[in-house]
């Protein structure tokens, strides 16, 4: 079937607002990725959804960051009051196992203004 | 996860094969090195994977040293379509985790 999808591709907002970011793993992957990618930068891992469950948020910067898988499939990244040092890449990866190869998605660009 | 490192930029000439260097210096006995790549304004793509073996697939070959400190990515015929940003990435055969550093942009010149 088809990719990691996200959606939006492009998020343009006013700092202080809320935003979600979608994205649909593979088919049939147990496992999903948040990552958040400045410019310049690598990839930085945010967490790690085994299933519906959260197993690891450690990279989520702080209680403004939020995310959940709640049937186990479609995943949402909540971000609250945004900041300017928001503004990156979000990156979506899905795998069928947790150790097996990741697939990312073509990310979502958040522009907090 | 041990650290890696690799230089920030190289060119390559269309056709000829790109060599790619990662050292891992601290890699441990169970961790493999993956290889990534981006293409620009895309998602990281995976490449190919070894723990102690080279590894070959329809995209690269894969060469890890004997003492496992170092590995090269080999890209035997680029083209311009392979002009990305690679990754060399140590993880444990555990860890969920990717952990990625700057890579090397690789440029393919006609």
């Known amino acids: 079937g088809a990719g990691v999808s996200q959606t939006p591709s492009n998020k343009v907002t006013e700092k202080g607002k809320y935003v979600e970011l979608r994205c649909d793993p593979i088919?049939?992957?147990?496992?999903l990725y948040w990552y958040r990618q400045s410019l310049g930068q690598g990839p930085e891992f945010l967490i790690y959804?085994?299933?519906?469950?959260?197993?690891?948020d450690s990279g989520l910067p702080n209680d403004r960051f939020f995310a959940v898988r709640p049937e186990g499939s479609v995943s949402t990244l909540k971000i609250q009051r945004t900041e300017r040092g928001d503004s990156a890449v979000y990156l979506c990866?899905?795998?069928?196992?947790?150790?097996?190869?990741?697939?990312f998605g073509p990310g979502t660009r958040l522009t907090v203004l | 996860d041990a650290k890696t490192t690799q230089p920030p930029s190289m060119d390559c000439a269309e056709g000829r094969a790109a060599n790619l260097p990662c050292n891992h210096s601290?890699?441990?006995?169970?961790?493999?090195v993956y290889w990534y790549r981006q293409i620009h304004s895309q998602g990281p793509q995976y490449i190919i994977h070894?723990?102690?073996n080279n590894e070959t697939n329809e995209m690269a070959s894969l060469i890890i040293t004997e003492d496992r400190k170092s590995s090269t990515l080999i890209l035997p015929h680029a083209t311009l379509r392979d002009t990305a940003v690679y990754y060399c990435?140590?993880?444990?055969?555990?860890?969920?985790?990717?952990?990625f550093g700057k890579g090397t942009l690789l440029t393919v010149n006609p």
């Open positions: 990866a899905s795998s069928q196992g947790s150790g097996d190869e990741q697939f």
């Open positions: 088919s049939g992957h147990t496992a």
């Open positions: 959804f085994q299933g519906t469950g959260a197993a690891d």
């Open positions: 601290t890699i441990s006995g169970n961790e493999y």
């Open positions: 070894g723990l102690k």
């Open positions: 990435i140590v993880r444990g055969g555990s860890n969920y985790k990717l952990t």
